[in-house]
C-alpha cells in the first residue's frame, strides 16, 4: 500500500501574474489557526504510469500554470505584517520563484476499494493530499497538489488550499478552472474555462473593525497557553465512509418534516426545509445516537457554515476569491433529537435558522467567534461542502470523478461532508469520519433511518 514520490515541481503562474500584498477580511480572518481544505477527486485511468507521465502529466502541469494565472494570490503565503502589530496579511509577488509545490507519485494501494464509499482508514488517503507546513517565521503556503497514479487503475488528484486562503465556492472556482484548462489544452472550446476570479478584496466592508479585533482576540486566546492533551493512550483508528440519500428519500424527508409542522401548528409549509436542510437533519440524528457522550447532555448543537456572497447588501459576485461565510448556529433538546421524531425536529431548527438570516446576515458578528468556542466542548455536530458546488463536475478530460472525498473532515470530530449525489440525479452524498465502531453503529442507524421513510 505505499505511495511512493516520483518528483516535485514548483509550478508559477504562465503567463507570469502581477502579484500584490493583500489584507485579509474579516470573513478570512477567523480560519488563520486552522489548516487546510483538503479534496481528493478519484478518475478511472486504466493506464500504465509512463503512458501518464507522457501523455497527461503535461497538461496537467500546463493547464496548473494556467489557472495560477488569474488565481496568482494561492501562488503566496500568508505571513505576520511586517508593522509588527499581529495582524496577518497575503503575501503574493507571482515573481521569480513564487509557485505551488506539485507532488507526482505513484501508489499500489486498492484504487477501487480507495475510491469507493464503503468504510475505510483514513490514514490511507493521507497519502494521496500535499501537506501546507509552516515555517519558523510563522508564515505558510496557501496551496499545494498531488497527482498519484495507481498503473492500470486510476488517478487521484489531491487539492490542498488553506482554508483563509477561501472558502469551499473560491476553491471549486479555482478547481475548475484548472480542470477546465486541462481539456482546452486537450483541444476542447475555451467554453470549458470558468469565468476569472474576482481579487478585489475592497469588495468586503468592514466599519466596525471586526478583521482587526478577531486577530487581537486570537492571539490573547493563544497567549494563554497550548490546548489541552488528548487523552492518554493510542487514538482510535478512524474510518472514512460515504452514504447516499437519494432524491426519492429527500423528497420523503422534506414530507416528513412539513407534516411534523402542521401536526404541531409549526406553520406547516412555511417551514424552510430544503434538500440541504433535511440532509443535515439526517446526519445530525444519526450521529448522535451512535455517540455514547450524547446521552447524558441536555441540548445537542450543530453548527455550519452560511455563504454571504448575494446575501450582502450589496450582494458580493461569486466570483469573489477569498471566504465569504458566515457560521450558523442550531440547538435542540437532545431527548426531542434522540426521540422518533428527531429528524423534523432538526430539520425545523436548521430551517429556522437559515431562515432568521432574513433579518440580517451579518448580526452578531462580532461575537461569532466567542459562540464557536464556547461550542467547542459541547462537541457540537458541524457540516463541511455543500451539494451547490458541484465537486462531480470536475473533469479534467477523464469524464466525472469516480469518487470526490472531502478528507480534511477527520480534523475535527463530530464533521460531516455534503455533496451531490453521484449519480447525477438530485440526491446528496454524506461523508463521515468515525472510529470503527461507531461507523458500523452510524450504518445501522442510516439504514434502518431509511427504511422508516
Not at 485579509?24 to 487546510?36: A, M, Q, R
Not at 476553491?171 to 481579487?199: I, N, Q, S
Not at 486570537?218 to 460515504?242: C, D, E, F, Y
Request: proline letters at 9%.
Amino acid at each position: 500500500m505505499a505511495t511512493k514520490v516520483l518528483d516535485r515541481l514548483t509550478v508559477a503562474a504562465s503567463p507570469p501574474a502581477a502579484g500584490d500584498v493583500l489584507p485579509l477580511t474579516f470573513f478570512d480572518v477567523p480560519w488563520l489557526f486552522t489548516g487546510p481544505v483538503e479534496r481528493v477527486f478519484f478518475y478511472s485511468y486504466p493506464q500504465p504510469v509512463d503512458h501518464f507521465t507522457a501523455r497527461l502529466l503535461p497538461s496537467l502541469v500546463s493547464s496548473l500554470s494556467a489557472a495560477l494565472h488569474s488565481f496568482y494570490p494561492l501562488l503566496g503565503r500568508v505571513r505576520p505584517c511586517p508593522d509588527g502589530g499581529g495582524g496577518y496579511e497575503f503575501c503574493s509577488a507571482g515573481g521569480d520563484g513564487d509557485g505551488v509545490e506539485f507532488t507526482v507519485a505513484e501508489s499500489s494501494d486498492d484504487f477501487e476499494e480507495l475510491s469507493g464509499g464503503r468504510p475505510r482508514d483514513v490514514v490511507r488517503l493521507f497519502s494521496l493530499m500535499p501537506q501546507l507546513p509552516r515555517t519558523e517565521d510563522g508564515s505558510f503556503p496557501l496551496a499545494a497538489v498531488q497527482v498519484t497514479v495507481f498503473a492500470g487503475q486510476g488517478l487521484a488528484v489531491g487539492v490542498s488550499i488553506h482554508h483563509v486562503a477561501c472558502d469551499d465556492s473560491s476553491y471549486m472556482h479555482f478547481v475548475k478552472t484548472w480542470a477546465g484548462h486541462c481539456r482546452v489544452a486537450a483541444g476542447e472550446d475555451a467554453a470549458a474555462v470558468p469565468p476569472p476570479p474576482l481579487l478585489d478584496r475592497a469588495v468586503v466592508a468592514d466599519p466596525d473593525g471586526l478583521a482587526a479585533r478577531t486577530v487581537d482576540e486570537m492571539r490573547q486566546l493563544t497567549a494563554n497557553g497550548p490546548p489541552p492533551p488528548p487523552p492518554p493512550g493510542p487514538p482510535p483508528k478512524l474510518v472514512i465512509a460515504s452514504f447516499a440519500l437519494t432524491r426519492d428519500c429527500i423528497d420523503k424527508l422534506k414530507q416528513r418534516v412539513v407534516a411534523k409542522g402542521t401536526a404541531t401548528g409549526n406553520g406547516g409549509g412555511r417551514v424552510h426545509c430544503s434538500a440541504f436542510t433535511v440532509a443535515c437533519a439526517f446526519a445530525w440524528a444519526c450521529l448522535v445516537k451512535v455517540d455514547g457522550r450524547c446521552a447524558d447532555k441536555k441540548r445537542a448543537h450543530l453548527l455550519f457554515s452560511v455563504e454571504c456572497r448575494r446575501r450582502l447588501t450589496p450582494p458580493i459576485p461569486q466570483e469573489y476569491l477569498g471566504n465569504c461565510l458566515r457560521p450558523c448556529f442550531v440547538e435542540v433538546d437532545m431527548g426531542d433529537l434522540l426521540g422518533a421524531d428527531g429528524v423534523a425536529t432538526a430539520a425545523t431548527a436548521i430551517g429556522a435558522a437559515i431562515k432568521g438570516l432574513d433579518e440580517g446576515v451579518l448580526n452578531g458578528a462580532d461575537g461569532w467567534f466567542h459562540k464557536i468556542l464556547s461550542l467547542v466542548p459541547e462537541r457540537p455536530m458541524s457540516v463541511g461542502g455543500s451539494p451547490r458546488y458541484g465537486v462531480y463536475g470536475t473533469d479534467f478530460g477523464l469524464g466525472r470523478p469516480k469518487k470526490v472525498e472531502l478528507v480534511s473532515i477527520d480534523k475535527t470530530p463530530g464533521t460531516v461532508s455534503l455533496a451531490e449525489g453521484r449519480d447525477g440525479q438530485g440526491g446528496i452524498e454524506i461523508g463521515v469520519v468515525l472510529p470503527e465502531a461507531q461507523m458500523a453503529q452510524f450504518g445501522s442507524c442510516f439504514t434502518d433511518g431509511l427504511q422508516q421513510l
